[in-house]
């Protein structure tokens, strides 16, 4: 049973950019959700995708969009990419019902320079 | 919204010492889950805990629900258990606030 899968591995933009991570959900997951961490801190929620839609949104700018599509799998888009939004960026899968067990993928570390 | 501290944010300990990390939680939440985070970034889930108790191995861990905390017990400490451990809630609407967490050194 696959887990959860994101690419790239590593990325490295510059200023101003745009950038897109991908993110395949873990066998029978069909709810995807985005986090950003920054070095030395938690994870913090950028959004969250169900039925092909954005369910639910945390404190983050319209830089950040994002897809889901038909096979559940996700893109996670930056724009005008700023030397903050360097961090590891991970996705998480889960079963629709809100509150079940959320299980990350191995993420994937943008560097802005 | 739901504000979630963690305790001690640092912790040292030698090799076959236990040692129990605190999750505080400012709300009632539907979802409450560990995980440690290894040095490649990945979140390894350990529990999924709302309430009541779990053990796997040498680890366990506790959710008073009504007293809004949570503990992770860890013991005969190894060095692979080094890494970050977070504290995540989550609140009605599926999304999860993750603690600042605890860094665990273990020592040979």
């Known amino acids: 049973d696959a887990g959860v899968t994101q690419s790239p591995t590593h990325l490295i933009k510059t200023r101003g950019q745009q950038v897109t991570l991908r993110c395949s959900p873990k066998?029978?997951?069909?709810?995807v959700s985005w986090y950003q961490q920054a070095l030395g801190q938690g994870p913090q929620f950028i959004f969250q995708?169900?039925?092909?839609?954005?369910?639910q949104r945390g404190n983050f700018p319209d830089r950040f969009s994002g897809h889901q599509f038909p096979n559940y799998s996700s893109e996670l888009n930056v724009n005008a990419l700023l030397l903050g939004d360097s961090a590891l960026y991970l996705c998480?899968?889960?079963?629709?019902?809100?509150?079940?067990?959320?299980?990350f993928g191995p993420g994937t570390r943008l560097t802005v320079t | 919204g739901i504000q979630v501290e963690q305790s001690p944010p640092d912790l040292i300990l030698q090799e076959g010492a236990n040692s129990t990390l605190r999750c505080n939680f400012s709300?009632?939440?539907?979802?409450l889950q560990w995980f440690h985070q290894n040095p490649w970034g990945q979140l390894i889930n350990l529990f999924y805990?709302?309430?009541g108790t779990k053990q796997n191995g040498r680890l366990s861990a506790t959710t008073v629900a009504t007293e809004r905390y949570s503990l992770l017990y860890i013991s005969s400490s190894q060095t692979t258990d080094s890494g970050v451990y977070f504290c995540?809630?989550?609140?009605?609407?599926?999304?999860?606030?993750f603690g600042k967490g605890t860094k665990l050194s273990v020592k040979p």
């Open positions: 998480a899968s889960s079963p629709q019902d809100r509150g079940r067990e959320q299980y």
């Open positions: 066998s029978g997951h069909d709810t």
């Open positions: 995708y169900y039925e092909e839609e954005e369910r």
């Open positions: 709300d009632s939440v539907n979802n």
């Open positions: 805990i709302p309430s």
């Open positions: 995540a809630v989550g609140g009605s609407q599926g999304n999860l606030i």
